[in-house]
């Protein structure tokens, strides 16, 4: 049987939840009448969504349950695991109980469910598309500071090899990865051989020095100042050109490719430069709107990528779950076109 997380690594704010702060109106509602009525039937909610996906906050949604429900001992509790593989319609969680006690929770049970499949099918996309390159989880910076903490274990679940804030990494027990940024550059007058100088000689030696080679627009002759300064402390050089911007070394190479940011002929034109000085060891890294379908198209021509970088993509398409209920004292009860279907692969929650 698969170890589950423990309901205490997660930092709830009980007493607010329970208050119902985070909750839809309506469950409030609900449970405020079935209290004060005294009506306390014993129910069975079925959650679902309706794609195939990997699925992730089953853990955390427990832990919901058994922290912030009223009388949780007299909750019955059956679910997959996160990062099984789901079907459409499938139920993946059984929650039975008196609903009185949890229906304050089904606002923050889907929510979290909902999020971390998300980042867990997107980020398992993404590293398909890779066939077995790294992948590095960029993303934090397009969502809330609040969500890293679950979304780099959803990352983590989904298969990347690295993640890019402290938050990210608290469930991965490694650091946080990262470049040279442009920042860091920009702060250095634009000079990026300063600014990777810098970092060099103020950083340990056990971080990867990783140059950004696009901030002056000439990715090729960056990527050769840097090796050539570095040598074999360099450990790679990062493509970022914006989608708007044509890298310098593409001026005389125009006329049948799209030729603007990130592209193929710009990576093989500084792989084909740092090869020829004898830099064949220094990795290239790639970033700046690269999704599955791109990642996909790179590996199919062989561009030589040695790792991908993915920030907004991953959080471009939603994952929905429902929860209905569709037993009521042990027998059928449900809105029209749903029904109970029980999941053999529904495991029991201790």
């Excluded at 789901?86 to 909902?114: C, S």
């Excluded at 990210?168 to 470049?179: K, R």
């Excluded at 140059?211 to 493509?239: H, I, M, P, Q, W």
């Excluded at 449900?334 to 279907?341: C, T």
Aim: aromatic share 8%; with cysteine; glycine share 6%.
């Amino acid at each position: 049987m698969t170890k589950r997380l423990d309901s205490n690594l997660f930092d709830f704010p009980v007493e607010k939840i329970k208050s119902g702060f985070y909750s839809d109106i309506y469950f409030l509602r609900t449970q405020e009448i079935l209290n004060q009525a005294n009506h306390h039937p014993r129910i069975t909610v079925q959650i679902f969504q309706r794609d195939y996906a990997i699925l992730c906050g089953m853990d955390e949604a427990i832990a919901l349950i058994k922290r912030c429900a009223f009388h949780p001992e007299n909750i019955k509790i059956k679910a997959l695991h996160d990062g099984d593989k789901i079907a459409p319609w499938e139920t993946v969680m059984t929650i039975e109980g008196d609903l009185a006690d949890f229906a304050h929770l089904e606002t923050v049970y889907l929510g979290i469910i909902a999020r971390q499949t998300k980042v867990a099918t997107n980020t398992r996309r993404t590293v398909d598309a890779a066939q077995g390159k790294p992948v590095l989880f960029f993303p934090s910076r397009f969502d809330h500071y609040a969500v890293q903490e679950s979304d780099g274990y959803a990352a983590k679940i989904g298969g990347m090899s690295g993640i890019s804030t402290p938050a990210n990494a608290v469930c991965w027990n490694i650091e946080a990865a990262g470049t040279i940024p442009h920042s860091l550059i920009a702060a250095c007058g634009g000079d990026t051989l300063k600014a990777t100088k810098l970092f060099d000689k103020y950083m340990a030696p056990e971080i990867n020095r990783v140059a950004l080679v696009d901030f002056n627009n000439d990715c090729v002759n960056t990527s050769l100042a840097v090796a050539r300064e570095l040598g074999d402390k360099l450990y790679g050089v990062r493509l970022d050109t914006s989608d708007k911007m044509v890298d310098a070394s593409l001026l005389g190479q125009m006329g049948h490719f799209k030729p603007t940011g990130v592209n193929e002929q710009l990576v093989r034109n500084v792989r084909e430069a740092l090869d020829k000085e004898g830099f064949t060891k220094v990795k290239i890294m790639v970033s700046g709107g690269f999704n599955p379908e791109r990642i996909y198209h790179f590996e199919e021509n062989n561009v030589p990528v040695d790792v991908y970088a993915v920030g907004s993509s991953i959080f471009a398409t939603n994952v929905d779950f429902t929860a209905d209920i569709v037993l009521v004292d042990g027998k059928p009860c449900a809105k029209a076109g749903r029904k109970f279907s029980p999941n053999p692969r529904l495991e029991d929650v201790k």
